[in-house]
């Protein structure tokens, strides 16, 4: 089975701040991760993915993330907030085979303040 | 071009009663996915399409729902007898092939009075 933790309900920033969200997963085998933003009455935008590949993995608005295999951890970074940045955001797993039903952390709410 | 939609946006009904939510998908996406949005549950999966059938209904949380996808194409999602727990955001997402992104739908809000 697959699960993933997201540390912080809420993470409060200020603007041009270091944005840091944390993602920790577990899985039996080898799986691929996402980070998915929601902004408000909208549906899921993918930022990111790890497949496999390279495990710095640099997503839209300027975010990026990287994968610890020895930490389990799937941790979203951006240098310098921006107040578009306030939005919640999905940690997720998905297998590294056959389809990819997403399996989602509870979400971490980021707060930008002028 | 035009992304996932879904029908209603919103949607009030009475316990007890059926609901039928509705899912557009990307032209040509093979692979159609529900998922539901709640305060206490987060996100979580319901159902798995790929083309018109269901390989994986694993995560519909009872048997008052049920889904159902024609054409390849549209899906409905139906919850018989509605209760008050059922209240959630209704997710809809599509992806061009199984392994592929999903793109999601803006959802469906369900209130259960």
């Known amino acids: 089975a697959q699960s993933v933790t997201q540390l912080g309900s809420h993470v409060s920033v200020s603007e041009g701040a270091l944005v840091l969200l944390r993602c920790n997963y577990s899985s039996s085998v080898p799986p691929y991760l996402f980070w998915y933003v929601q902004y408000p009455n909208q549906g899921l935008q993918l930022l990111l993915k790890?497949?496999?590949?390279?495990?710095l993995v640099k997503g839209i608005n300027g975010f990026e993330a990287e994968f610890k295999k020895s930490e389990t951890s799937f941790h979203l970074t951006k240098p310098s907030a921006h107040m578009s940045d306030a939005a919640e955001y999905f940690c997720a797993v998905s297998p590294n085979s056959g389809y990819s039903t997403l399996t989602f952390g509870k979400g971490t709410m980021l707060l930008v303040s002028p | 071009g035009a992304g996932v939609s879904q029908s209603p946006s919103n949607k009030v009904t009475e316990k007890g009663k059926d609901v039928e939510l509705r899912c557009d998908p990307i032209s040509g996406h093979t692979a159609l996915y529900w998922y539901r949005q709640s305060l206490g549950q987060g996100l979580e999966f319901l159902i798995y399409?790929?083309?018109?059938?269901?390989?994986?209904k694993s995560g519909l949380p009872s048997d008052r729902f049920s889904a159902e996808r024609t054409g390849g194409s549209v899906s409905t999602l139906t919850i018989q007898r509605t209760q008050q727990e059922d209240s959630a955001v209704y997710l809809c997402?599509?992806?061009?092939?199984?392994?592929?992104?999903?793109?999601f739908g803006p959802g469906t809000r369900l209130t259960v009075l």
């Open positions: 790890y497949t496999s590949a390279a495990t």
């Open positions: 399409f790929q083309g018109n059938s269901a390989p994986d």
């Open positions: 997402a599509s992806s061009l092939e199984p392994r592929g992104e999903q793109f």
